[in-house]
């Protein structure tokens, strides 16, 4: 019998990425949209629930409540498996790295507690409840990340933009790998406690470290720029995305990994994509060098 996947949130990086790895896998996948269809109708069957919806950064404390209250709810009625993309915000900056399944949700900052909160629910719920917690995303495609925003975006230019410290460990995650994982998960469900706090520790890399990996596919090497903070910090007092972003700003200057224990664990099988293969396909392609291009090209075929 065919297994159903509902997605919430599949126009989004990670529902996006999420559908396309569990329709590879063999599941049906239900794209839900917002507005035209009832949540329990489209939940019906389903056994499991991708709870991919991600407001902008201005509208959570009035939105991530309420939408994920409804998915708990949902979740309760039809016994279907919540898998939530989880992020490094709950950890704060005195939180001991690497951050792992274990580590204190210690953050203070308006957006790290209500994430906090969020997945306070869905302990406190009698779902099963799987958090795939991953760091910053390398997207095959533009999509509003930090990564292709501002790290890449003047690539074109030779100017590689770096928001923090470049020469401390952060972590990132190849978004392919992480729905791959999702969908591992989401196959031995039955063997898994009610609810599971998965880090998926992805690439470990420093800023330099992150340019000299990304120098080695380009046409033509880029510059470390160090990112000037000050427009968001004249523009905090009336554009509310630009006090948000400052105040994840201390994840940038902070080190940190993230544990693959428990993954390795749960999915001894499970690989991360090796960075020389993931990052040409996360890099505009007119910039590559010919090497780039064909390790692109190879991937899309295999």
Request: hydrophobic fraction near 40%; charge should be positive; glycine fraction near 8%.
């Amino acid at each position: 019998m065919t297994q159903v996947a509902l997605i919430l949130g599949a126009s989004g990086r990670f529902g996006r990425s999420a559908a396309e790895a569990f329709a590879r896998a063999g599941w049906q996948v239900r794209r839900f949209q917002r507005g035209t269809q009832d949540l329990a109708e489209a939940a019906s069957g389903a056994q499991v629930i991708v709870s991919g919806w991600n407001p902008a950064y201005p509208d959570w404390a009035a939105q991530v409540p309420e939408l994920h209250r409804q998915v708990i709810a949902v979740a309760e009625a039809s016994g279907a498996t919540v898998i939530v993309p989880g992020n490094v915000y709950v950890f704060g900056p005195q939180t001991p790295s690497p951050w792992c399944e274990n580590s204190s949700h210690a953050a203070q900052n308006p957006l790290g507690r209500i994430r906090i909160e969020m997945e306070k629910a869905y302990r406190a719920s009698s779902a099963q409840v799987i958090v795939l917690r991953a760091g910053d995303y390398l997207d095959t495609e533009a999509s509003g990340n930090w990564f292709d925003t501002m790290i890449t975006a003047k690539l074109h230019k030779g100017k590689f933009s770096y928001p923090g410290r470049a020469d401390i460990a952060h972590a990132w995650a190849y978004l392919p790998d992480v729905a791959r994982a999702a969908v591992g998960l989401a196959e031995i469900r039955a063997n898994l406690p009610r609810h599971l706090d998965v880090p998926v520790p992805g690439y470990t890399l420093s800023g330099q470290e992150m340019l000299s990996a990304i120098n080695r596919h380009l046409r033509h090497p880029a510059r470390l720029r160090q990112m000037s903070w000050l427009p968001l910090q004249l523009a905090r007092p009336f554009w509310p995305l630009g006090r948000c972003l400052l105040e994840m700003r201390y994840l940038w200057n902070t080190p940190h990994s993230l544990s693959g224990g428990l993954l390795q664990q749960l999915l001894p099988d499970f690989r991360d994509t090796p960075l020389r293969q993931a990052l040409p396909r996360c890099l505009p392609g007119g910039l590559l060098s010919d090497q780039g291009s064909t390790a692109v090209c190879k991937d899309l075929v295999v």
